[in-house]
């Protein structure tokens, strides 16, 4: 019977071949072949399968700072899969990173509610809720993501910065230590605690702090600016105007570092290098003729 199908098909426009037709055709390959046609059946790729290239082209997009396209490639993903709770995530930090905040964290918040054990998804929340100044449920979430991974550096980190935003530095001190203890080179906790023994009165703590900044990341200015205020704390000024010396070498645009040897430098009498650094300050940044 396919035979016959085949036969009747001859001659005619393969387009228009109706389906049942079809099915007889598929049955006769070899006379297909004899006869010289061709035709290709395209395979049925899954939806999960589209949705993972998506977003993986996405992710470079985003890695690569193109974060309207990100975006556009992270759309598709969970159009193709809506239970894709990376991209959910993924797409809330293009989000973040384009300043939109709100967006950013209905997108954790959905990347939560699909996967309720994404340690990642409630970080990147608490960030958002952190620059909001939201620092209790940034607080929060920070928790929570260190209740699915005890070893989450990041989440001590972070946490450690908004207890300092909500001026609790004990507890602060607390977390930053917890994350040196898990990554002895994290030079951003390292800072975060200087911060916090300098805010207690613990000059000489922030000090062995802000030090261990400037071993692991030498070309930090901001840390040489950091410790050149503790040295000016204790009365070392010229320990701290060889740090923020060292910090206009390594940024010669860091207008803040001009502005405080300027305060210095006046403090010693110096009213030559005083008048010189502000008026490079200012230079800079003009704000700084308002202080």
């Avoid at 049925?44 to 977003?55: D, E």
């Avoid at 450690?160 to 930053?176: D, H, L, Q, S």
């Avoid at 006046?266 to 003009?286: C, E, N, S, T």
């Amino acid at each position: 019977m396919a035979c016959e199908r085949v036969a009747l098909a001859l001659g005619a426009d393969m387009r228009k071949i109706p389906g049942h037709i079809w099915a007889g055709l598929l049955g006769c390959g070899a006379i297909i072949i004899a006869l010289g046609w061709h035709f290709t059946i395209e395979p049925i790729v899954p939806s999960g399968q589209l949705a993972k290239g998506r977003f993986d082209r996405g992710r470079a997009l985003f890695k690569a700072g193109e974060y309207d396209r990100a975006i556009a490639e992270f759309n598709q993903a969970i159009r193709l899969d809506p239970t894709h709770a990376k991209a959910h995530h993924y797409r809330g930090w293009a989000y973040e990173r384009k300043g939109d905040s709100d967006r950013a964290i209905d997108d954790y918040t959905e990347a939560i509610r699909l996967n309720p054990q994404y340690s990642d998804a409630y970080n990147s929340r608490g960030v958002a809720y952190y620059e909001r100044r939201d620092y209790d449920r940034a607080i929060a979430d920070y928790g929570e993501a260190i209740r699915l991974d005890p070893g989450y550096v990041d989440a001590y980190h972070n946490r450690g910065r908004a207890y300092c935003g909500k001026e609790k530095y004990t507890e602060a001190i607390a977390n930053f230590s917890q994350a040196i203890r898990l990554n002895p080179r994290d030079a951003g906790a390292y800072s975060g605690r200087g911060l916090a023994y300098s805010k207690k009165g613990n000059v000489e703590k922030a000090l062995a702090d802000l030090s261990e900044v400037i071993q692991l990341k030498p070309d930090s200015a901001k840390a040489y600016e950091s410790r050149a205020l503790q040295y000016a704390r204790q009365g070392e000024v010229d320990k701290a105007i060889n740090d923020l010396s060292e910090a206009i070498l390594l940024d010669p645009k860091f207008a803040r570092a001009y502005y405080t040897r300027s305060l210095i430098y006046a403090a010693k009498g110096d009213r030559v290098r005083a008048q010189a650094d502000r008026d490079k300050a200012i230079a800079l940044d003009p704000a700084l003729a308002k202080r």
